[in-house]
């Protein structure tokens, strides 16, 4: 056994690694400055061996304190030159409880399809509208906040994107399942309402953890996985209430545009949706492509963080 005593104060941590030929010891400066030797006594050790591997000269030792000082005092000045937002946390607490309600709404319509599926087979496809339809209308109408968010510089997602989702849904609900009736007892309405609550179910809470600085490696690739085959689907179950809509709105006149009595006496509601069938489809590639983007982008960072 041997013992030492240092020139200066060293920390109490000390690590040391033993090999055939020698053992490594590794000693941490309480306070980082030049030393004029490691011991108290002028003559080294016989046993004692410097790394010279690490070795640093006064010189280099100076540069090296020189450059930490430098670098902690950029990272100060960068901190503050950045503006802290003294609404950040009404910001989130804002966008956290948004997120809350509508994942509880959609959790709610999804849950109670659900259960009706299993309890009552097809029986459930008819009646779908009268048991979820408030919920769905409550949810819907809130979502309009998502248009709004972006213009307040709320959040950083596109206002086209939200705008093209908020009000094609919305069209749906109010246009052609509301203000109908013979769509209410459709079975395409029960398939509609799935896609989108299951959808929603995993998007809110994603967003909402967001909000606290918090991730779910899983939920994160749900809600960036499952839109590629759910929203799709949704769109097409979209265009079939459309299509199931149109002969209606020509037997009603509902919403019909009255014309000179040149040139008839109406223009049928269903050439509207017809031309909006068409637009659909283009906010599906339109949509379809801001989505892929953002999931690209979102998992490249990741592997950037990986490695």
């Not at 941590?13 to 002028?42: F, G, P, Y």
């Not at 009646?127 to 309009?144: G, I, K, L, R, S």
């Not at 499952?226 to 149109?246: D, F, H, K, T």
Request: aromatic share 16%; glycine share 4%.
């Amino acid at each position: 056994m041997f013992s030492l005593e240092f020139l200066e104060p060293v920390r109490p941590e000390v690590n040391h690694k033993s090999t055939q030929r020698q053992v490594d010891i590794k000693l941490k400066k309480q306070e980082e400055r030049w030393w004029d030797r490691l011991t108290q006594q002028q003559k080294k050790p016989l046993f004692l061996a410097p790394d010279f591997d690490r070795w640093l000269d006064e010189s280099d030792a100076e540069m090296e304190l020189q450059a930490k000082e430098e670098e902690k005092i950029n990272k100060i000045s960068v901190e503050s030159r950045v503006r802290t937002d003294p609404y950040l946390g009404l910001k989130r607490g804002y966008l956290f409880m948004y997120n809350l309600v509508q994942f509880l709404g959609f959790s709610w319509i999804f849950v109670n399809m659900t259960v009706r599926l299993f309890i009552l087979g097809q029986d459930s496809f008819y009646d779908t509208f009268h048991t979820t339809a408030d919920m769905m209308y409550f949810c819907q109408m809130m979502a309009v906040l998502e248009v709004i968010n972006p213009l307040l510089g709320l959040v950083k997602t596109g206002f086209f994107p939200a705008m093209i989702q908020v009000a094609g849904r919305n069209v749906i609900l109010f246009v052609i399942f509301g203000s109908l009736e013979d769509m209410q007892n459709k079975p395409v309405v029960f398939f509609v309402f799935y896609l989108w609550s299951t959808i929603e179910i995993f998007r809110y809470p994603f967003y909402m953890l967001a909000c606290i600085s918090t991730e779910w490696k899983l939920l994160t690739w749900l809600r960036y996985s499952l839109w590629i085959p759910l929203y799709p689907l949704g769109v097409v179950a979209e265009a079939v209430a459309v299509i199931q809509s149109l002969p209606i709105f020509d037997e009603t006149r509902l919403f019909s545009l009255p014309l000179p009595a040149l040139l008839g006496h109406s223009l049928s509601f269903s050439y509207t949706l017809q031309l909006y069938l068409v637009l659909m489809f283009l906010g599906l590639f339109i949509n379809f492509r801001h989505l892929y983007k953002q999931r690209r982008r979102r998992f490249r960072s990741r592997k950037r963080k990986v490695q």
